[in-house]
């Protein structure tokens, strides 16, 4: 059974960096072809995709955000870790991890974790 | 940021079927935009329907398909249930990444 399942702050200031961590099971990303990517969802609207990391370390960010956006893995603990910098409150959003298979993109998703910006 | 389009909103009568579209500003959409589709229901995380244009997961209902359709990435719903009810996005790869669409509101009445 796969699941994925972020954790992090829940309220950050302006200007600070936010740090999430997507831990996962049922796979591993030392597999050939497998990733795991981070969707954020702001109240109310659409889907924006922010990062994805592949099993052999490659990496791919949002244009409009690579600046701000690190992600990393450590595959030996399951884990995928995004960092955000200068967080606004316009970041205010849910933030999902999701799981890129050999064949198909974002097939399993985490529940989510919702973080606000605000001082 | 490249803008992919949805319809905002569709409405559909239960036991019909209704085509959603996903519509690239770079032109048309084609199969190397490997098209996925997603359902969300209030309150949950997104579910994969649909991937790499015509793909169902072994969770996706018969009754979802994928296509491409006069230039666009098509889901089509056949016999749809009220449960079909739900925002549904795609998503486009663009080479460096992916853009989701703005997502389309089905509303079964």
């Known amino acids: 059974q796969i699941t994925l399942k972020e954790s992090g702050p829940t309220l950050v200031k302006p200007t600070q960096t936010l740090t999430l961590t997507c831990t996962f099971s049922?796979?591993?990303?030392?597999?050939?072809?497998?990733?795991v990517g981070w969707i954020r969802q702001p109240p109310g609207k659409a889907l924006e995709w922010l990062a994805l990391i592949y099993w052999d370390d490659d990496k791919r960010y949002r244009p409009s955000l690579k600046s701000r956006l690190t992600i990393t893995k450590d595959a030996s603990k399951n884990q995928v870790v995004l960092t955000m910098t200068n967080m606004d409150p316009v970041d205010t959003a849910t933030y999902y991890c999701a799981r890129r298979g050999s064949t198909s993109l974002f097939e399993y998703w985490g529940q989510g974790t919702l973080v606000t910006v605000s001082s | 940021q490249t803008v992919v389009t949805q319809e905002p909103s569709l409405t559909v009568s239960p036991g019909g079927t209704v085509t959603l579209t996903c519509a690239s500003g770079?032109?048309?959409?084609?199969?190397?935009?490997?098209p996925n589709w997603f359902q969300q229901n209030p309150g949950q995380a997104p579910r994969a329907l649909i991937y790499?244009?015509?793909n169902k997961h072994s969770w996706t209902p018969a009754r979802f398909s994928g296509s491409l359709l006069g230039g666009k990435a098509a889901l089509t719903l056949s016999g749809v249930q009220p449960e079909d009810e739900a925002e549904y996005y795609c998503l486009l790869y663009y080479g460096d990444g992916w853009v989701f669409g703005g997502g389309t509101k089905l509303t079964v009445l």
């Open positions: 790499s244009t015509t």
């Open positions: 770079t032109g048309p959409v084609t199969s190397g935009h490997y």
């Open positions: 049922g796979f591993s990303l030392s597999t050939s072809g497998v990733g």
